[in-house]
């Protein structure tokens, strides 16, 4: 097939980039195709925690973060499908107590408001008032964003690839690119497991298996992939439960005609907005705000459709380096479930002696100053990266995804900043000598 942009893997970058790129081009003329070896979405972006927050040291991925969490917030209401996003708020807690990580704090929340991002600064009576049972010591401060929270990666990807094939991508799943190929130093196609792609425009989102595909076209990515565990414990019980716990059944009786039915429209249900008024009320919502734990190098958050809370990993104190995410055996480590274990209870006691639901292992790329690897390979014409996103790609993804399609189409790129995210920065280019972009080679 011909395809004006060929995107090397479906996960959440690959199929935002090809719902951008399809709104502006003609599908017929101009294919947008993905090729996706597994399923769509069965690569990192299952796995996260899909988490959004907008606290980042660096502030041009705060803004980000910050023109995301707003896309996602309206997503229901534009697109008519579900994300599964809760704004349950998003609680950093530093690494410690002391009176010069206070001020950092207070500095950081003034940076952070100048860009309009909604933060407060919390003290500890205000943070055991926030999340009752926390265990926080006197003159901890952190701070928390109210309009933060999460997606569900189970909702999202099927919404967003279905919005890409309805704007005429192809997104074509079981198709595994096996070269990249070259001629005078430009891309002008793809080798698949479904035949040949023309093209002249390529773009690698291949998650942690993008360094490997792109080390076998002769360049070298500054990436190390990790793999780490996150744990999975049963949801804390609410002080209702705790004090009766035959719970009462939900009356369902009125969700059906609330705001339909003439005689149940009361003054305060047209008032409230429409998202909120269609919003399902029978609808499990998290327990508690996130909590990004730096002191106890772990992220805890709520997943109320599964009726858990899943703890990971941040300070990558259980995560080892591996070459390749298929190197890798499946299982979670034991050593690591403790950890965790001990790590939550320690800060938010209500979760002793809740049933532990396993873990659960996934690869996350990171580069050395922590921002994600974003542009045209130089020496590789029509070779683009989107890689190194860490534990962070679903905050930034609509921001790439618009970006990326403003400069596959010789716009100027306003979503991001270029040239933070440039691979120049790190000297990526293809080596003159690289013959062949194939893993065979
Ligand atoms: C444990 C964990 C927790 C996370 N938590 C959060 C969070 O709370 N908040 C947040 O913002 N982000 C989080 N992230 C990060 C986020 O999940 C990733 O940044 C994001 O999903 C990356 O998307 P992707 O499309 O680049 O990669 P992936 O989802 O991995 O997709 C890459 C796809 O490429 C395919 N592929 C690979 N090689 C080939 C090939 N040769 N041919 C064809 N297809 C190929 C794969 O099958 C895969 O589907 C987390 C990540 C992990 C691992």
């Not at 919003?279 to 190098?297: K, L, M, T, Y």
């Not at 790129?413 to 194939?438: C, N």
Request: proline share 5%.
């Amino acid at each position: 097939m011909k395809a004006k942009t060929a995107i090397i893997g479906g996960g959440l970058m690959g199929t935002t980039i090809a719902w951008h790129q399809a709104q502006r081009t003609d599908g017929l003329r101009e294919t947008v195709v993905v090729c996706e070896k597994g399923e769509i979405g069965g690569g990192s972006s299952r796995r996260a925690a899909a988490v959004l927050s907008q606290v980042h040291q660096d502030l041009g991925l705060s803004g980000m973060a910050r023109d995301s969490l707003k896309f996602y917030a309206g997503f229901e209401g534009r697109c008519g499908r579900s994300i599964g996003f809760q704004p349950c708020g998003v609680l950093t807690l530093p690494a410690d107590a002391e009176a010069a990580e206070r001020e950092r704090l207070a500095a950081h929340k003034a940076e952070l408001e100048a860009i309009g991002i909604r933060v407060d600064l919390l003290d500890a009576q205000e943070l055991r008032e926030l999340v009752p049972g926390i265990s926080v010591v006197d003159g901890t401060m952190a701070l928390y964003e109210p309009d933060g929270g999460f997606l569900d990666p189970a909702r999202a990807m099927p919404a967003i690839s279905a919005l890409a094939r309805d704007q005429g991508a192809v997104l074509r799943t079981g198709c595994e690119v096996d070269e990249i190929l070259f001629e005078d130093g430009r891309v002008v196609g793809l080798l698949t497991s479904q035949g040949r792609v023309d093209t002249n425009q390529v773009v690698v989102a291949a998650g942690p298996w993008t360094a490997s595909l792109l080390a076998a076209a002769g360049v070298d990515l500054p990436v190390q992939l990790m793999r780490t565990h996150q744990q999975n414990v049963a949801r804390p019980l609410t002080s209702a439960e705790t004090e009766a716990p035959d719970e009462e059944l939900a009356d369902l009786s009125q969700t059906w005609i609330r705001g339909f039915g003439e005689q149940h429209v009361g003054r305060e249900v047209l008032e409230r907005d429409l998202e909120e008024r269609f919003a399902d009320e029978n609808e499990e919502q998290a327990r508690h705000p996130v909590i990004v734990d730096r002191e106890h190098g772990i992220l805890v958050r709520c997943e109320p459709a599964q009726e858990r809370t899943r703890v990971l990993d941040i300070g990558a104190r259980h995560s080892e380096v591996v070459e390749e995410p298929d190197a890798s055996s499946d299982e979670a480590s034991q050593e690591f479930g403790a950890w965790a274990r001990t790590a939550l209870e320690s800060r938010l006691p209500r979760y002793a002696g809740r049933e532990s639901y396993g873990a659960e292992i996934s690869w996350e790329d990171h580069t050395p100053d922590g921002l994600p690897i974003v542009g045209e390979v130089d020496g590789a014409e029509g070779l683009w990266v989107v890689a190194g996103f860490g534990q962070r790609g679903y905050e930034f993804a609509p921001s790439i995804g618009e970006g990326m399609a403003q400069a596959l189409t010789g716009k100027p790129i306003s979503a991001f900043d270029p040239e933070l995210l440039s691979p120049a920065r790190y000297h990526v280019r293809r080596r003159a000598d690289a013959t062949s972009g194939g893993r065979s080679s």
